[in-house]
């Protein structure tokens, strides 16, 4: 760290590269240079999806954990046969001209400031949700890759899904009805977060970095910091996120003017900030959204790979991570990262459901990449541009506010992105950045 001035670089002297590296133009035969930036499991995973390609070059791997680059190295010498470059501070990776793309896959709290650093510096970026820890730093997302002409494609891969257009264009078409109703449901059973105690800094990780925009709290090993919102953005965000962009983009919503959330901690009995039982209302106008969540839930799963890799559709009632889409004329389920769509109505005469319409899904991650990459060519927005995700981000931003003041109902304007009339509410719009790791006013 010493030997980068942290408050200099992150005020604006990587700006002084970008210039040049927007001017750079990708021929059709040359290879994308990619800087990948977090290598825990979904950077490693994603770096399994990368190396399948034969146009792209993975130049760097920056994790703030040296520790963490033997793993990711092997699988691309023995893919690729080269070995890339680890940096540890990845503004390295960022002053190099050379690099086209960055691939953020680090932990929530380094999703925005990591992204609009990346813009800055003339890079695209594929990020990783959940994008944002509020709303007011998903905003300077997009501000960041508008003011620099960045391609910023966020990890939402369902908008790759080529069964996702077809279900939108099947709703917009009527023959759903009018849509009055969606809900979205995160159900799962996870294990209590473990108690973890302080210790003493492993060698070769730079814990100041790897804490970057968040408090820097005494270190633990393990996974100590999930649970917490300076550090972790709640199930809603993480993972409801995807079902929730599902059914905002098929009926074609922005802002909700209000939100009501219930629910709280009542199943765990551990140190978490963010509730383990979640239910939220919004309202849209003459068009409601319920969102579902609870991580207790033994007997609701999540679809197994034989059938999201598969021509067949999920059990309905027992799928974790389901949209339902509710029109006057019929239902469509609607499952994710595979697993397809069903559109059901009723029987003549029958108190039976019959399929009138489906479509089958896979997972879509090289689809998802695949966006990316040619978008970094073409120049053209990606499926999951960051301003569409930021919209969805919001939504599920405004459940985590309207439950941090009490469980209230809240109502939003979606021209200024704040509350009306609501101080207390308004107070949480913006995340607890810590200096100098700071989302800056004017990016």
């Known amino acids: ?5 942290r408050r200099q670089f992150v005020k604006g002297s990587i700006v002084a590269v970008t210039a040049l590296s927007r001017k750079k133009i990708i021929g059709a035969n040359d290879k994308v240079i990619l800087g990948i930036m977090g290598v825990g499991g979904r950077g490693v995973s994603l770096i399994r999806n990368l ?7 993975i130049k760097y791997i920056c994790d703030a954990n040296t520790r963490q680059y033997d793993r990711p190295a092997e699988i691309i010498t023995e893919d690729h046969g080269y070995k890339p470059k680890f940096v540890q501070d990845f503004r390295k990776m960022l002053a190099d001209t050379e690099v086209d793309a960055v691939i953020n896959a680090t932990s929530d709290r380094w999703h925005a400031l990591g992204t609009i650093m990346a813009c800055q510096a003339g890079k ?14 998903g905003r300077k997302m997009v501000e960041a890759a508008r003011k620099y002409e960045r391609v910023v494609q966020v990890g939402t891969q369902n908008r790759s899904a080529p069964c996702l257009k077809k279900a939108r264009e099947y709703v917009q078409s009527g023959k759903l009805g009018d849509i009055k109703l969606a809900r979205v449901f995160n159900m799962e059973k996870l294990d209590p977060l473990k108690k973890s105690e302080e210790a003493p800094v492993p060698e070769g990780l730079d814990y100041d970095l790897w804490c970057g925009p968040a408090p820097m709290l005494p270190y633990r090993p393990g996974y100590w910091w999930k649970g917490l919102w300076d550090f972790y953005t709640s199930p809603i965000t993480e993972d409801l996120l995807h079902q929730t962009d599902i059914t905002r983009y098929i009926i074609g919503k922005t802002y909700p003017d209000t939100v009501s959330h219930a629910g709280g901690v009542y199943n765990f009995k551990d140190r978490r900030e963010q509730p383990d039982t979640s239910f939220a209302i919004y309202e849209f106008g003459k068009f409601t959204l319920l969102s579902q969540s609870a991580l207790w839930t033994p007997y609701i799963h999540r679809t197994p790979a034989s059938i999201l890799e598969s021509d067949s559709f999920p059990k309905w ?3 974790a991570k389901k949209t339902e889409i509710c029109g006057t004329e019929g239902i469509m389920y609607f499952g994710r990262h595979g697993g397809g769509w069903q559109v059901y109505v009723k029987k003549d005469d029958l108190r039976e459901n019959e399929v009138v319409a489906s479509e089958y899904a896979r997972r879509n991650t090289d689809a998802h990449l695949e966006n990316f990459i040619e978008c970094v060519r073409s120049r053209k927005k990606p499926n999951a541009d960051v301003e569409e995700i930021h919209l969805s981000m919001t939504i599920c931003h405004l459940a985590n506010i309207s439950y941090r003041v009490g469980n209230r109902k809240l109502r939003f304007d979606g021209k200024t992105e704040t509350f009306i009339n609501d101080p207390e509410a308004n107070k949480y719009l913006k995340a607890n950045y810590r200096h100098p790791w700071v989302v800056p006013e004017k990016v």
């Not at 190396?51 to 070059?57: F, G, N, P």
């Not at 695209?124 to 007011?136: A, C, F, G, H, R």
């Open 317 to 319: 009632q027992f799928d």
């Open 124 to 137: 695209d970026v594929y990020t990783e949700k959940p994008l944002s820890l509020s709303i007011w730093d």
């Open 1 to 5: 760290m010493k030997s980068l001035n």
């Open 51 to 57: 190396v399948k390609r034969s146009d792209i070059k």
